[in-house]
């Protein structure tokens, strides 16, 4: 038994052996099942499976930990990477251990849940789009550890982030990103001193490029760049200091590190739909909040459209301006600060980070709103939220895209308009 009654806040009861039936998944991947009254959280399960696990519990919830599998889910499958299993137990993917098709199901099981329990406003599943559910990823970020005389690359364990394992493939990663990294370890005699360092590989139009993490000199940066003749550029951010770029070897000028995109086919078709979405609307003037290196601008200018991007990132914000005209205009700044300013616009384009929009943008936006709101969200949670924010708004459609396969990683576009008078 787990005992009854609620433990103090922060406190930890011992660890307990139970069974547990996982009923469904949280946000974050885990399986929930239920225990002696209490709610449990245990990664690497799938509905309907029967475990035996240790459990924590943790405050008002409980942690499990399988220990073996007594009956599996009708969605469980074979994991394809040998890494997903002990004893790498890699935390790259939560959900190696289910079908692409139940996967997707709980994706939109998760998102309508966020709006029902969030926002108050419930909607249907929603349908989700995906591609090709492995070698989408056109970046792979490892951590390199040295000792006893050898280096190498890898990613954590999920239950441990100071074990890092080498990796020999990564299936859900392109094969060129892996074959890059292949050759910058074997040059890594030439990376700066120190037992840790952080890599960063991305394929950026076509090329290869990597951001390096750690150490304070580089002394062997010529020897390296001469042993990884197809890596085009590097940045390299040292302890304590800045990220520059240190070599250049691209045909022409790119924007910065930062703007490769995780599964290029996937995005592609999210940035289609939501300049479609936007093009519903007839717009002459629209806003695009968070607009990164200016794509979707740039494509909504492409059709006669008005547009004023922000962006917080000066790189970014200076490649967009460089790819508009005027009157279109790319603006550096706090989407919060300048958006207000820039309104009223027919439409407004939200793409913010995982933390959501600044609670002064629903303001912003219940006071001049627009024809209509296009909200591209990575987190349901915090769209749940935003959403909720914007009284006055109704939400007109909520569509998904399987942006990161074998991750409980979900990309939603959310379409809002003014409620009818």
């Known amino acids: 038994s787990l005992g009854r009654g609620r433990a103090p806040r922060g406190a930890a009861r011992p660890v307990s052996e139970t069974t547990l039936q996982v009923t469904s998944l949280?946000?974050?991947?885990?399986?929930?099942?239920?225990?002696?009254?209490?709610?449990?959280?245990?990664?690497?399960?799938?509905?309907?499976?029967?475990?035996?696990?240790?459990?924590?519990?943790?405050?008002?919830?409980?942690?499990?930990?399988?220990?073996?599998l007594v009956t599996p889910g009708p969605d469980r499958v074979t994991?394809?990477?040998?890494?997903?299993?002990?004893?790498?137990?890699?935390?790259?993917?939560?959900?190696?251990?289910?079908?692409?098709?139940?996967?997707?199901?709980?994706?939109?099981?998760?998102?309508?849940?966020a709006f029902a329990r969030i926002a108050r406003r419930p909607i249907a599943p929603p349908p989700v789009h995906g591609g090709d559910p492995w070698r989408y990823r056109r970046t792979l970020t490892l951590a390199i550890r040295r000792a006893g005389g050898r280096t190498w690359g890898g990613l954590r364990a999920f239950d441990d982030p100071e074990a890092v394992f080498a990796l020999d493939d990564c299936h859900?990663?392109?094969?060129?990103?892996?074959?890059?990294?292949?050759t910058v370890l074997a040059a890594a005699a030439h990376l700066p001193a120190g037992p840790r360092l952080r890599g960063t590989v991305r394929l950026l139009?076509?090329?290869?490029?990597?951001?390096?993490?750690?150490?304070?000199?580089?002394?062997?940066l010529q020897r390296f760049l001469h042993e990884v003749p197809e890596v085009a550029a590097v940045w390299w951010q040292p302890d304590g200091a800045r990220r520059t770029l240190v070599a250049d070897r691209r045909p022409a000028a790119r924007p910065g590190a930062s703007f490769a995109q995780v599964n290029a086919d996937i995005a592609a078709r999210l940035q289609a739909?939501?300049?479609?979405?936007?093009?519903?609307?007839?717009?002459?003037?629209?806003?695009?909040?968070?607009?990164?290196?200016?794509?979707?601008?740039?494509?909504?200018?492409?059709?006669?459209?008005?547009?004023?991007?922000?962006?917080?990132?000066?790189?970014?914000?200076?490649w967009a301006?460089?790819?508009?005209?005027?009157?279109?205009?790319?603006?550096?700044?706090?989407?919060?600060?300048a958006l207000p300013a820039q309104l009223p616009?027919?439409?407004v384009l939200l793409n913010p980070p995982r933390a959501g929009v600044d609670a002064r943008v629903a303001t912003a936006l219940r006071a001049r709103p627009p024809r209509a709101i296009v909200y591209v969200s990575c987190d349901?949670?915090?769209?749940?939220?935003?959403?909720?924010?914007?009284?006055?708004?109704?939400?007109?459609?909520?569509?998904?895209?399987?942006?990161?396969?074998?991750?409980?990683?979900?990309?939603?576009?959310?379409?809002?308009?003014?409620?009818?008078?």
């Open 205 to 220: 139009d076509g090329l290869v490029v990597l951001v390096l993490e750690g150490g304070r000199q580089w002394p062997g």
């Open 79 to 113: 994991p394809a990477c040998a890494h997903y299993a002990p004893p790498d137990r890699c935390g790259g993917c939560q959900w190696q251990h289910l079908g692409i098709d139940a996967q997707r199901r709980a994706k939109a099981r998760l998102v309508a849940d």
């Open 172 to 182: 859900i990663t392109d094969a060129a990103v892996l074959a890059a990294w292949r």
């Open 345 to 347: 616009a027919d439409v």
């Open 380 to 421: 349901p949670a915090t769209l749940a939220r935003d959403v909720a924010r914007l009284e006055g708004f109704a939400v007109r459609d909520v569509t998904c895209y399987d942006m990161f396969p074998q991750t409980a990683h979900v990309e939603t576009v959310c379409e809002l308009v003014p409620e009818a008078a």
């Open 26 to 68: 949280a946000a974050g991947g885990d399986g929930v099942a239920r225990a002696d009254g209490l709610v449990v959280f245990t990664p690497r399960t799938a509905p309907g499976d029967v475990v035996e696990a240790t459990v924590r519990v943790e405050g008002r919830v409980g942690r499990g930990r399988v220990t073996r």
């Open 273 to 318: 739909v939501v300049v479609a979405r936007v093009l519903a609307h007839a717009p002459a003037r629209v806003v695009d909040c968070y607009a990164g290196g200016g794509d979707t601008a740039a494509a909504l200018a492409a059709q006669g459209v008005v547009v004023a991007a922000i962006e917080l990132d000066a790189e970014a914000a200076a």
């Open 321 to 337: 301006g460089r790819r508009l005209e005027a009157p279109s205009v790319a603006l550096a700044a706090r989407v919060e600060e």
